[in-house]
């Protein structure tokens, strides 16, 4: 398969959607833990937008109008998706661990990952519905 010439150019992720059981600790995690504001609520469709940089996390009601429409609520027997990866910066291991941790959050192994950017550090930890989420540092120099 060869690859086509589209008329458009991707920018960067826009926002990704997460279907939840408990709403409300979720959006608190979200804005609490990591530090991203609620930028919009839609309460008829139980939708909670909030601000990742340039990325927009939205938060929907699995009992909600949008989150019916996804099936049974995320849970052990099925996710939502695999995980999702913010590129973050400054990159100091030991503060975001330490930051985490002070949450109650259990992050893994720091590993070498390649990303949009490049190969460079990175983390997964988990939210409160089992959703991972990935924490990307800066590129390594590769020279």
Known sequence: MTASNPP????????????????????????TVLGFPIERTIDRLGLFQLRAGRTLIDIVDAGGEIGRQGGAAPGA??????????????????????????HGVETGPAEQRYGADGTGPSIYFSDPEGNTIEFKGPPEDET
């Not at 099925?78 to 002070?102: Q, S, V, Y």
Request: hydrophobic share 45%.
């Open 8 to 31: 458009f150019t991707a920018l960067g992720l826009d926002h990704v959607v997460i279907r939840a059981a408990g709403v409300g600790t979720l959006v608190q995690f979200y804005e």
């Open 77 to 102: 027997e099925g996710r939502n998706m695999d995980h999702f990866c913010l590129r973050i910066e400054p990159w100091d291991e030991k503060a975001i661990r330490d930051h985490l941790a002070a």
